[in-house]
């Protein structure tokens, strides 16, 4: 499977972003999905994922305010960010995983990861 992720850009604090990855190749609806982030001098943290049945799971610093959702047919996942603030400016990547959802908060878990797409929030 290839992933290719898209909609990042820059917004204001508040503001709303759509993030979207797009998958190719593989049986998309045999993977969970995870997006990760990365901001600058800092490690790659788990933001959110879906399973193949469609459960959701968020990292407690966006819960409430991101959403993560996924469209087999399209093969697609989407990540609908709300209240944006500064500290959620990073590069985010989107990637798939064959790991129990125990394990989706973890980055070794996932085996295939997009190019990611830049998210900055300004003040």
């Known amino acids: 499977v290839q992933l290719q992720a898209s909609g990042g850009g820059l917004v204001q604090a508040g503001g709303s972003l759509r993030l979207s990855c797009a998958a190719s190749g593989g049986t998309f609806r045999n993977y969970n999905m995870g997006w990760f982030r990365q901001a600058p001098g800092k490690e790659r943290e788990f933001v959110a994922g879906?399973?193949?049945?469609?459960?959701?799971l968020y990292a407690d610093s966006v819960k409430g305010r991101f959403t993560v959702s996924r469209e087999n047919g399209q093969k697609t996942v989407n990540l609908q960010m709300n209240s944006l603030t500064p500290e959620d400016t990073a590069v985010y990547f989107c990637a798939a995983s064959n790991s129990v959802l125990s394990a989706l908060r973890t980055s070794d878990s996932y085996h295939t990861w997009g190019q990611g797409t830049q998210v900055t929030v300004s003040s």
């Open positions: 879906v399973t193949r049945s469609s459960t959701p």
